[in-house]
């Protein structure tokens, strides 16, 4: 029968605020603040898009040259592909915010990202 007590320093430093504060919260607060960044900047495009989709009915109620060639179709798709595209960018850059000993903090990040979105 083994006698030795378990060594629960390891487990213990992980526990430190100090490991905490470093390894997932400041992650979590950049991911957070760039999730809530992403979600603004969205609105912001749709508002742009949205306005500009206006702005072409308007020139085609009123017959401007031009206005009727336009497929709003593509240009949807369009803006639909550059949003996924950045997201991805973005998914990527926040998941690899780690060191290779302390992959917590890619975790601590998107998750960061998440919320932060869903405030903004």
Same mark, same amino acid.
């Not at 803006?79 to 890619?106: C, D, W, Y």
């Given at each position: 029968?083994?006698?030795?007590?378990?060594?629960?320093?390891?487990?213990?430093?992980?526990?430190?605020?100090?490991?905490? /504060?470093?390894? $997932? @919260?400041?992650? &979590?607060?950049?991911?957070l603040?760039? *999730? +809530?960044?992403?979600? !603004?900047?969205?609105?912001?495009?749709?508002?742009?898009?949205?306005?500009?989709?206006?702005?072409?009915?308007?020139?085609?109620?009123?017959?401007?040259?031009?206005?009727?060639?336009?497929? /709003?179709?593509? $240009? @949807?798709?369009? &803006?639909?592909?550059?949003?996924?595209? *950045? +997201?991805?960018?973005? !998914?990527?850059?926040?998941?690899?915010?780690?060191?290779a000993?302390?992959?917590?903090?890619?975790?601590?990040?998107?998750?960061?990202?998440?919320?932060?979105?869903?405030?903004?």
């Amino acid at each position: 029968m083994n006698t030795n007590p378990v060594d629960t320093a390891p487990f213990a430093d992980i526990l430190n605020p100090d490991v905490l /504060l470093g390894n $997932v @919260g400041g992650p &979590f607060v950049i991911g957070l603040a760039v *999730g +809530f960044f992403a979600k !603004k900047m969205l609105k912001i495009a749709l508002f742009c898009l949205g306005a500009a989709v206006v702005l072409l009915f308007v020139l085609q109620y009123f017959d401007f040259k031009g206005s009727h060639n336009i497929n /709003l179709q593509e $240009v @949807g798709d369009s &803006f639909i592909g550059s949003v996924k595209h *950045g +997201f991805e960018l973005l !998914k990527e850059r926040l998941s690899t915010m780690n060191v290779a000993s302390k992959p917590v903090q890619g975790g601590s990040a998107v998750a960061g990202f998440f919320v932060g979105f869903k405030l903004g």
